[in-house]
């Protein structure tokens, strides 16, 4: 069956730091794959989309890799901030309606 | 916009109960979907649309219902409520052109 495992345990950075999170996926041949922001008590929030044909995505501080071979994607936060502590989720899309599967996410704690 | 909205944010029932969580949004969206969010697994499927009048499953349907009367309206019912449906339930809605979903504050259910 199809799996999409993220790091469970939460991730501790130092301001300033590059913050990276991984997402792998087994049983899966994506067409795209996204990355989603969630605050305590919040819904997710969209923030990259990143599609099979695609290696790398950058959108301000953010930068997305997809690598379809080793079926992977790392999700990169540079110059980190405290307001960057969140939960990121990652996602996986194969095309079609709502043919999403989501991961467990991580927890990003950056420490001033 | 108000984006997606969803009420109540809370809600406590007891088991055999019946009730409606409401979802609705104001950007013209003809996809609408519910997924359900538990410690320890990712979003999860409920139910979805693809525009009025046109509603079907998603991977953990049983003991919900659906219906989509309106483009803006989307709400879920649950017809006998059962401690396993304990969770917070997410509705999100998406052009059909896009891939980015918009979700909404979630409700917070507990099935006693």
């Known amino acids: 069956s199809q799996k999409i495992e993220q790091n469970s345990e939460a991730l501790n950075i130092q301001e300033g730091k590059t913050a990276t999170l991984t997402c792998n996926y087994t049983?899966?041949?994506?067409?795209?794959l996204q990355w989603y922001r969630q605050d305590p008590g919040r819904g997710p929030v969209f923030l990259l989309l990143?599609?099979?044909?695609?290696k790398e995505k950058r959108k301000e501080r953010l930068k997305v890799t997809f690598d379809t071979t080793l079926k992977q994607s790392l999700f990169h936060i540079t110059a980190s901030q405290p307001a960057d502590s969140a939960t990121y989720l990652c996602?996986?899309?194969?095309?079609?309606?709502?043919?999403?599967?989501f991961g467990t996410g991580t927890k990003l704690q950056v420490i001033p | 916009n108000a984006g997606v909205t969803q009420t109540p944010k809370f809600q406590v029932l007891k088991t055999g109960q019946s009730m409606t969580l409401q979802c609705a949004q104001d950007?013209?969206?003809?996809?609408m979907s519910w997924y359900r969010q538990d410690p320890g697994m990712g979003l999860r499927l409920i139910h979805y649309?693809?525009?009025?009048?046109?509603?079907d499953q998603g991977e953990v349907p049983n003991g919900y219902n659906v219906s989509r009367s309106t483009t803006e309206d989307f709400p879920l019912r649950l017809l006998s409520a059962a401690p396993s449906q304990t969770s917070v339930y997410f509705c999100?809605?998406?052009?059909?052109?896009?891939?980015?979903?918009?979700f909404g504050p979630g409700t917070r259910l507990t099935v006693l």
């Open positions: 990143i599609r099979e044909n695609e």
């Open positions: 049983n899966y041949s994506p067409a795209y």
């Open positions: 996602a996986l899309g194969s095309g079609g309606y709502q043919k999403v599967t």
């Open positions: 649309s693809v525009g009025a009048g046109i509603t």
């Open positions: 999100a809605s998406r052009i059909p052109s896009s891939d980015t979903q918009y």
């Open positions: 950007m013209n969206h003809e996809y």
